[in-house]
């Protein structure tokens, strides 16, 4: 196939002949002579006229003239006259010519009138959306109680608290059942999620050894004994949960702290989620859970099935939070998920969706969430704003507890007791931003096993890795051959190489290992039927 060489036409200002520029007026040329008429024939005799000058022959119009008065040039239209004009001028520059050209055309006008109209409309959302901003901040934002302190390190950590709080029933209390730990860098533009299992054992006040999803309601209950009067409930429950998990994560030691807190309902997070308009999971295997709870303390049966789908705020909080169906590190990882599909739908609608979407944002913040975080603080809002407005899940480090990043961690009595290196593994995976070179840094080993009947499809994505620079180890054959969707299983903390190949094979990431499969492997894909071309 011949390549094509030909170029964008230029307008019909511009020829490859010529390029018009503007002169002077050409300088008027006198009016030929007339002709003299023929004359009568001289009488016989008659004396001869005195003899005239010969006439000057006819020149062409490009010749030159001999000297003769000329007139003054006329001024131009737009300009007065001016008494330096000259015969000659210089020709003005091609793309002043084009510019007066376009400013007497008026499609321009128009597309210049349309293109003001439109930045006029996104300062109006603008201030409208930092106005909205505004009055959620004034509902939301409380007081940091904690000691004064800072960090040397760079970005800031965000703790949130999933609180669970049964409407009617204020004698349950208040737990923490989710704890995340979302480190941001605001000029890196990338960000991480540490997930910590509600079960984990920590040495609470004067309790002793007990899980962690104690420490937000013990702050919540005893706010002012804690940290003075005229505490909240809800200041009190953040700052102690805060300090809980800087000791626990030992984030002095990474020159880190929690900088700021954030809590959310269960209710206001379904809300948050209905006021994107929803979000958009990719499920990676079947849920089956006969006892999820319900307000009113009973049990319900629900189900998913592999795929791609649209939930809704209720379904999506039903997918973070069941935990029957798999085990309680899963569920840490689906709530990491929905969180990522919540930036990804934030992202896609932009700007200025997300400045139309702002009055239902604010009505489901309200009430439901509160945070530490400066809203009111110009600087710091600019930086978070910026921060979304270029934020994807890629972006985002997905690091939770769990047994394959830390194989020595112990259970007792039901509690998760960490080593102190699997803590810190955690929080310098945290820490570090997701690149591909960060891939080649981990040194991942990676096993494929195929979950269809299709045959050899294990040996052929093992080869795509091999050729993409990943070291791969022999295929095998998974139990089942009825999986409809690839999963990527990061065994043992190599976050970043198992995104990449979920990235290449368009496959879900879950930081754990596969149901029914022996690997030593690093990272085990295991291919489903969406692999099968």
Excluded: C
């Excluded at 036409?9 to 490859?16: H, I, Q």
């Excluded at 069941?322 to 609608?349: I, L």
């Excluded at 093992?462 to 409809?484: M, R």
């Amino acid at each position: 196939m011949s390549e094509n060489n030909s170029r964008d036409p230029k307008p019909a200002a511009y020829t490859d002949k010529t390029i018009p520029t503007t002169k002077a007026q050409p300088e008027p040329r006198p009016e030929p002579r007339p002709r003299p008429q023929a004359r009568a024939a001289r009488p016989a005799g008659s004396p001869r006229p005195a003899q005239r000058p010969q006439a000057r022959a006819e020149q062409p119009d490009d010749a030159p003239r001999p000297h003769a008065q000329r007139p003054e040039p006329q001024p131009r239209p737009h300009a007065a006259p001016s008494a330096r004009a000259s015969v000659t001028s210089r020709p003005l520059p091609r793309a002043q010519v084009a510019r007066r050209r376009r400013a007497a055309d008026p499609r321009w006008a128009m597309a210049r009138n349309i293109a003001l109209g439109a930045l006029a409309l996104l300062v109006v959302l603008a201030i409208a959306a930092y106005s909205q901003v505004g009055a959620v901040a004034s509902a939301v934002v409380v007081r940091d109680v904690r000691p004064a302190g800072f960090a040397l390190g760079g970005g800031a950590n965000i703790l949130i608290v999933g609180t669970d709080e049964r409407v009617g029933y204020p004698g349950e209390g208040v737990r923490g059942d989710t704890l995340i730990v979302a480190h941001y860098d605001t000029a890196g533009r990338w960000a991480g999620l540490l997930s910590i299992p509600r079960d984990t054992q920590v040495n609470l006040l004067d309790i002793g050894a007990t899980k962690i999803n104690i420490a937000y309601g013990q702050g919540y209950a005893r706010a002012e004994e804690l940290y003075g009067p005229g505490t909240t409930p809800q200041e009190g429950g953040m700052a102690l949960a805060a300090q809980t998990v800087e000791q626990l994560l030992d984030l002095g030691k990474h020159n880190q702290r929690i900088d700021y807190m954030a809590t959310i309902n269960f209710d206001g997070f379904a809300r948050i989620i209905d006021a994107l308009g929803g979000v958009t999971i990719d499920v990676p295997y079947a849920i089956h859970d006969e006892e999820y709870p319900t307000e009113d303390f009973g049990v319900q049966t629900i189900d998913f099935q592999p795929g791609v789908q649209r939930m809704d705020g209720e379904r999506a909080l039903i997918y973070a939070r069941t935990r029957h169906g798999s085990s309680d590190f899963e569920r840490s990882a689906r709530q990491q998920q929905v969180v990522r599909a919540m930036v990804d739908e934030a992202k896609a609608k932009g700007p200025v969706g997300l400045a139309l979407a702002m009055p239902k944002l604010r009505e489901s913040l309200r009430g439901a969430v509160a945070t530490t975080l400066p809203f009111a603080n110009p600087g710091q809002l600019l930086g978070l704003l910026w921060l979304a407005s270029g934020l994807s899940s890629s972006d985002m480090a997905q690091v939770r507890l769990s047994p394959e990043l830390d194989p020595s961690y112990q259970e007792i009595d039901y509690n998760l007791l960490w080593s102190q290196q699997g803590l810190d593994t955690a929080v310098t995976a945290l820490l570090t931003k997701p690149t591909p070179a960060n891939a080649q840094a981990e040194n991942a080993r990676v096993q494929v096993f195929n979950a269809t009947d299709a045959t050899g499809l294990a040996t052929k994505v093992s080869f795509t890795l091999e050729d993409a620079g990943f070291a791969v180890t022999t295929p095998g054959n998974a139990p089942a051959t009825s999986q409809a969707r690839t999963v990527v299983y990061d065994m043992r903390g190599k976050p970043t190489t198992a995104r990449a190949i979920a990235r290449l094979l368009g496959a879900s990431y879950i930081q754990g290992a596969p149901e029914g499969i022996e690997s030593q492997a690093d990272i085990v894909v295991v291919l489903g039927q969406d692999a099968v071309k």
